[in-house]
């Protein structure tokens, strides 16, 4: 998909936020998505459990959002570098106001990413093949055409460090069936707006990383019905 089409659906779902006050504009450009400020203590501690607190590493946060997620671990994760990332300006800017606020020296200034470019462009060809420990991607392949997630595998298979981790948070279908109710409307409501949108299913999430050596290691199950999955490099 061209970089110009996503930032579309971007707009797109921006707009549908602002048109539901789900977004709130600070004037210090910092954003505020409550969603993500309800799931960020719970997704903070799915980390604790799998990723060192005291020992110096590398994170890449694909789609970044607001910026509300890295500020908090990268708090918790004093000696991980967080790289994050995002295709939209207005998050970009409020990353880097999240930075600034906070005072964080271990987050890197975040960069433009579209996820189905080749992974050799990603930050100008600037982040090396096996060189990440971490990579985070959370509500971001439900509200995008699948090619996000084939990319977004893709690149993981090539800048994961054996043994590195990938963790996928949102809403997931599981071996075909969809539950609760409420995200069967979810899922209709999303595919109603794009017809390339959806909530995916984690047997095809778990052969996108097969394709890319990784595996499924773990599932955990999130408030608000979502998931989170957790994949090792082999």
Known sequence: MHIAL????????????????????????????????????????????????????????VASGSGTHVALFAQHFPKIIWQPSEIDQQCLQSISAYKEHYGLQNVEEPFTLDVTTPVESWKDGNLQSASL?????????????????????????????????????????VHGTLTPESNVSFDASLRQR????????????????????????????MPANNKTLIFKKS
């Open 6 to 61: 996503f930032n579309k659906t971007v707009h797109h779902l921006t707009v549908l936020l602002k048109q539901k006050n789900t977004i709130c504009i600070h004037l210090d450009n910092m954003l505020k998505f409550p969603a993500a400020e309800r799931n960020k203590e719970v997704v903070l501690n799915v980390l604790k459990d799998h990723l060192p607190t005291d020992k110096a590493g590398l994170a890449l946060e």
């Open 133 to 173: 420990d971490a990579v985070v991607n959370m509500n971001m392949i439900h509200i995008s055409p699948w090619d996000t997630a084939v990319g977004l595998f893709r690149g993981c298979g090539t800048l994961l460090k054996s043994g590195g981790l990938l963790f996928l948070y949102g809403p997931f279908a």
């Open 194 to 221: 794009d017809s390339r949108w959806g909530v995916r299913d984690v047997d095809d999430v778990e052969h996108l990383a097969e394709q890319n050596k990784m595996s499924l290691i773990k599932t955990v199950d």
